[in-house]
Each structure stands twice: as structure tokens, then as C-alpha cells.
């Protein structure tokens, strides 16, 4: 899209597209009164006056660190248009490494120490910052060609303040070129370092070390195998090259040379003891780093250069957005201070007071590939951002998935084998729910639409647009002739399976509704809110039966027994709370999070109930007393939704380390 073509923003008019993702889009702007180019890089979401202030910090983080060394991409402003951010950053010409350098080709050994040098005197500023700021997706992407073929590393966007607040277990990056320690939730300079050390390797041979291609596989690869030899696969390059090449890349980030610095100065040196022994060839009098003529070394990338501006080409491992802006905060991952957002390439969360820079493009979270490894289960690794709703087909085959990518996608409950796509929502989808008899699936939006579409193939068959504002939860009637849909517009709409209409609204609650769920017989509703009550009401008329205010702070998920006797709900106090279905009796307390639980869910039988949470757990736990059976641990992010399978065998959990994981009730910590 290039929607905002024409438009100015600060004392810069936008004048062409250059790239866009699901965060932002990037354009070439002029500056109106002196005519100077620039790149004009837009957040396509816009924030309260809260988060705008800590952006803006961070904003200035970043202009600090570019205005204080050469080598990095400058930023030159920043403002907010009606609370929709916009960075005005350096306009690199000549692309980026990756596309002067398409993936296959070898580099000239003179020209990668060249770009070594440049490079790691970048990283070298940045690590000796106070706090020391790390980059966290070092990669030939992020490196960009400058005016006068200088090397200008980019995306710094993305990096991580090393302060007390940085989340420990925060990792980011793409995968191909993550050290081993990042797949384990830490992070140091050194990371950096090995990266570049990936980097260094793929110049060297025209391939990375390790192919990956996928998460686990890299994971696996980068933990565990070492690389394999440089100089059988380029006999002309000298050993000691090597051998520095294979320090970068040691497993042990305390193996690695003392800094960035000293990695540049030992390959610098194992250059020059390989060309001293040898006649200089003409080709090796060119100044490190730059073309004879830069002009036409920038010409020439141009020409083929496929983005324009300091973008993220993709790489091994998926690419990641968010949904496109949307009119208001919905979902809690939103309203709960976990605001995720992308400039420079660059997600901002807030985390408990401290901001950190999380990597975004090309990620997915690991902080222990080998319990991943060790669970017999399915992963199903299909979308590009965190995961929101899972909903298996009533015969237990297919599941269908949905979240922040703005798709719903449908796949075998077996072997993860992917069906079909259903492509209909504009923004990120909240929920998911089959028909009883499997024909037809609902999905709720941040659009502020439901769409129900044909369970086989993914046709469209109608559109409810009876919410004001964002729909977070939907749900059929047992007979699956009626539809009950709850949103941001703190109200419950109730309307027919079969074309959408009305039948009546539910206006009991006072702020956003996040749950609803019919009782077994069809004949009454639950719905949980914001307002920390969960509402129980009539299905025929929205006549208010009674509330239950057992909980502290904001309910998030409610749900009936089988039988119908009983109802569990889930909230911001780290509580489940089970009760009694007809008078709101509490019958006991789960308190075995210890942070947001997002979901709860029965067993088909009704024996058990398992809950899912912002500590990253599944736990499945006795419905008639709340004794603990296990914890399942497989997810390295929150989960945010669970599901039991209709034989009540398996268990479907979603996350916001963007997999669905099925696994057999039973496995636990």
C-alpha cells in the first residue's frame, strides 16, 4: 500500500514507497525546504500518551547512539502524528549487503575484513555504551551501503538495553544466526559477536554454517554441531582465518574474543600474515571495505536491489507482523502493558517498569529448545505471530488456530499438516470456534467483525458487523443455531447462525467483555469482563440471572462444566475460581499460576480442568477439589488459549512463541 503518498509528516513529504511490513511502512521523503532525501519510516498503529512517552525515550536511545559513531544508520527526527509514530531516518542508497551479496556468492577475503572492520567498530560503540546496548539481529540485512560505499549498520532498532529491567528470558534475532546461548534465554555482547562470526563464515563460503531450516533445526544445529570446516570448502583460505572464524563461533559465549574489537583486529591480522607471504595482486590495493569508485558500486546495487531502504529482507524462518492499525487497544496482551510495536524493524514491550527492544523480524521465541526436543507432541509452527484461539472440529480430526498474523488456519490434529488459510479478517484474529455439527467455523476480530465461513474450504458465507469496536470471544449455541459474541464494546451480542440477525445485546457489563460461553442445556450464557464480574444471563432474552464478584481484578476466560452444574473462571489475579453454576456459590480457589490467567477449559468428562497463563504453563488440575495433577511446559512465551480434543485424550495450547502444541494429557513437568 502507499496510502500515505503525498502526505507530510514533520517537514518531510512522502514521495514514494520503499518497503513495508506489518508494523510499518518505510518512504522516501523530501525534505520541503531543502530538498534533502531521507528514509521516512511510519508505525502503522498509534499509541496513548503513555506508551508514546516511552517510545520517545527509546526513540532517543537510538539517535544518541547513531549520532555518535559513523558506522551506524543515522536517525535524524522523530515526531507522532495524532499518536502515531514516525522515525525520519539516513537514506542509504545502495541497499544492503545481502542484495550486493545474494545468498551463494563468495566474497573476496580483502572485502569481508573490510566490512568486518566497519562493522564491529559499530557493535564496538554500542556495547560500550552505559548501559551497554546490544543488537540482537546482526545479519547482512541489517547492514546497508552507504552514499560513499561506506557500511552502515542498521536496525539498531531491535536492540536490547542490558539493564536490571531486561526481561531474562527475552530472546530474539533470526534464527539462522542466533548464538547457543540465545536459544536459552541469554544474552550478552558476545551474541553479537557470534553472529557476526555467522556472518563472516557465509561470506567466506557462499553458506551459512548451519541450514537449518527450521527453528528447532537451528536451534539444534547451533547448540550442538560444530560448524563445518571453512577451508575444506575454500582450500585457498588461510588457517589462521579460520581458526579466528571458529572462535567467534565457540559455543561457550566466554570462549569468544574479549569484544567485537578484538575479532575485527585478529582477522585483520590473519590477512595480512596470509598476504605477506605472498605477491600483493591488484585487486588487494583497494581500500578496505570500499569500491575503487563508490558511485558505481552504489549504481550497480541499486539496479538490483529489491528494497530500498534499511528493511529486513526475509531470511531462513518465517517473517513476522502485526495486524494492520486498528482503531483501539483490544485484547489483554494489549491492555496489559504488553504493547507490542515496530519501528526500525523493532518491537517495544513494556516489561514491569523497564523497556526492552525485543527482535521481531525473522523470530521465534526459545528458552529451552530441548524440552521442545524431549515432548513427545505436534507443533504446529504455521503462523507468524503470537497465537490467540485453538478450537478442535467436533470429531477431533482438524483444529483450527488463529491470531496476531490476521489469519485463521486449519490443520490435520495428527501431524500438523496444514489445510487451508482463511484470509478474511483485515486484522489480528481473537477467536475461533467450530459448529457444533463441524460445517462451519466463527472467527472474531480486532476488524470488529465475526465471520462464519465453510469449515471444508474456507468460504466465505456471511459477515456479522454488530460490534462497535474490537469482538474478543464468540460462541455457538449447543443446538448451533444462534451465535454469542462479546467485545470491546463492554457488550454480549446474541444473533442467528444462519444469516447474522440480531436476536439481542446483553448490556449487564460495564467495560470489555472477554469471555462467553453457553451452559450445556443452551438455556443460559456466562460472560467474564473487565469489570471483574462474570454475568450469568438468560440465552432467550438477556434476562440477568445473577454475578458472581469473587474475583479481584479483570476476568479473562469463563467456562461450564459437562454437566453444567458448575463454572470456572480465569482472571488477572492469578486465580481460577470454580463455583456454582445456579446461585454463584464459590465452591474453591486454583491458585497454582503465578501470573495473568489467560483460559480455562473442562475435560470432556468433567474430571479435570486445565488452565493456561502468562507463566508459560499449561496446568491441568483435579475439577472436584483443585489438587494439582501436572504442569506441562513446552511453551516459551504465554499461552494464551486451551483446548481439550473431544476424546478428551489430547490437550491443544496456544502461545505467543506463535505454535500451537498438542500433547497427550498425562505429560508434564
Not at 580 to 598: E, L, M, P, Q, S
Request: proline content about 5%; glycine content about 10%.
Amino acid at each position: 500500500m502507499a496510502g500515505h503518498l503525498g502526505r507530510q509528516l514533520g517537514r518531510y513529504r512522502l514521495i514514494r514507497l520503499l518497503g513495508e511490513g506489518g508494523f510499518a511502512e518505510v518512504y522516501l521523503g523530501k525534505h520541503v525546504i531543502l530538498g534533502t532525501q531521507a528514509a521516512v519510516k511510519l508505525l502503522k498503529n498509534r499509541l496513548d500518551p503513555n506508551d508514546l512517552a516511552a517510545f520517545r525515550r527509546e526513540a532517543q536511545l537510538m539517535a544518541r547512539l547513531s549520532e555518535g559513531h559513523p558506522q551506524i544508520l543515522r536517525v535524524l527526527d522523530y515526531d507522532d502524528e495524532r499518536g502515531q509514530p514516525f522515525l525520519v531516518l539516513e537514506y542509504a542508497p545502495g541497499g544492503t549487503l545481502r542484495q550486493r551479496h545474494p545468498p551463494g556468492t563468495r566474497v573476496p577475503l580483502e572485502t569481508v575484513v573490510g566490512y568486518v572492520q566497519q562493522v564491529a567498530a559499530a557493535l564496538q560503540h554500542a556495547h560500550e555504551q552505559e548501559p551497554p546496548v546490544l543488537h540482537r539481529d546482526i545479519k547482512p540485512e541489517n547492514m546497508l551501503v552507504g552514499r560513499q560505499g561506506e557500511i552502515l549498520l542498521g536496525d539498531f532498532g531491535i536492540a536490547t538495553l542490558v539493564t536490571q529491567y531486561a526481561h531474562p528470558r527475552a530472546v530474539g534475532g533470526t534464527a539462522a544466526y542466533m548464538a547457543p546461548e540465545a536459544f536459552r534465554g541469554e544474552v550478552h555482547r558476545a551474541s553479537d559477536q557470534y553472529a557476526l562470526g555467522v556472518v563472516i563464515y557465509e561470506w567466506l563460503c557462499g553458506q551459512r554454517p548451519f541450514p537449518g531450516p527450521d527453528l528447532v533445526a537451528y536451534g539444534y544445529q547451533h547448540v550442538h554441531q560444530r560448524p563445518p570446516s571453512l577451508r575444506e570448502q575454500v582450500p585457498e583460505l588461510p588457517a589462521g582465518v579460520e581458526e579466528v572464524v571458529q572462535r567467534a563461533l565457540a559455543k561457550d559465549w566466554r570462549e569468544r574474543y574479549g569484544s567485537v574489537k578484538e575479532l575485527a583486529e585478529a582477522l585483520e591480522q590473519a590477512w595480512h600474515a596470509a598476504t605477506s607471504a605472498r605477491p600483493a595482486r591488484e585487486e588487494e590495493e583497494r581500500p578496505l571495505g570500499k569500491a575503487s569508485h563508490p558511485e558505481e558500486a552504489t549504481a550497480a546495487v541499486e539496479q538490483t536491489a529489491v528494497l530500498e531502504a534499511p528493511q529486513a529482507v526475509p531470511s531462513a524462518g518465517p517473517s513476522l507482523s502485526l495486524p494492520a492499525e486498528g482503531p483501539r487497544p483490544t485484547r489483554h496482551r494489549l491492555s496489559r502493558r504488553r504493547v507490542l510495536l515496530l519501528v526500525s524493524g523493532a518491537g517495544v514491550m513494556v516489561l514491569g517498569g523497564g523497556m526492552t527492544w525485543l527482535a521481531l523480524a525473522q523470530r521465534r521465541l526459545v528458552s529451552s529448545l530441548l524440552d521442545r526436543l524431549y515432548y513427545g507432541r505436534t507443533t504446529y509452527y504455521g503462523h507468524t505471530e503470537a497465537v490467540l484461539a485453538v478450537a478442535w472440529s467436533p470429531d477431533g480430526r482438524r483444529i483450527a488456530s488463529a491470531g496476531w498474523d490476521a489469519t485463521v488456519q486449519v490443520w490435520d490434529a495428527a501431524d500438523g499438516g496444514h489445510v487451508f488459510t482463511y484470509r478474511g479478517h483485515t486484522e489480528a484474529v481473537l477467536a475461533v470456534a467450530w459448529s457444533p455439527d463441524g460445517r462451519r467455523i466463527a472467527s472474531a476480530g480486532w476488524d470488529a467483525t465475526v465471520q462464519v465461513w465453510d469449515a471444508a474450504d474456507g468460504g466465505h458465507v456471511f459477515t456479522y458487523r454488530g460490534h462497535t469496536e474490537a469482538v474478543l470471544a464468540v460462541a455457538w449455541s449447543p443446538d448451533g443455531r444462534r451465535i454469542a459474541s462479546a467485545s470491546d464494546d463492554k457488550t454480549v451480542q446474541v444473533w442467528d447462525a444462519a444469516d447474522g440477525g440480531r436476536v439481542f445485546t446483553y448490556h449487564g457489563h460495564t467495560a470489555i467483555v472477554w469471555e462467553v460461553a453457553w451452559s450445556p442445556d443452551g438455556r443460559r450464557i456466562a460472560s467474564a469482563s473487565d469489570d471483574k464480574t462474570v454475568q450469568v444471563w438468560d440465552a432467550a432474552d438477556g434476562g440477568h440471572v445473577f454475578t458472581y464478584h469473587g474475583h479481584t481484578n479483570a476476568v479473562n476466560a469463563v467456562a461450564w462444566s459437562p454437566d453444567g452444574r458448575r463454572i470456572a473462571s480465569a482472571s488477572d489475579d492469578k486465580t481460577v475460581q470454580v463455583w456454582d453454576a445456579a446461585d454463584g456459590g464459590r465452591v474453591f480457589t486454583y491458585h497454582g499460576h503465578t501470573a495473568i490467567v489467560w483460559e480455562v477449559a473442562w475435560s470432556p468428562d468433567g474430571r479435570r480442568i486445565a488452565s493456561a497463563s502468562d507463566d508459560k504453563t499449561v496446568q491441568v488440575w483435579d475439577a472436584a477439589d483443585g489438587g494439582h495433577v501436572f504442569t506441562y511446559h513446552g511453551h516459551t512465551n504465554a499461552v494464551s488459549a486451551v483446548a481439550w480434543s473431544p476424546d478428551g485424550r489430547r490437550i491443544a495450547s496456544a502461545s505467543d512463541d506463535e505454535t500451537v502444541q498438542v500433547w497427550q494429557v498425562g505429560e508434564g513437568s
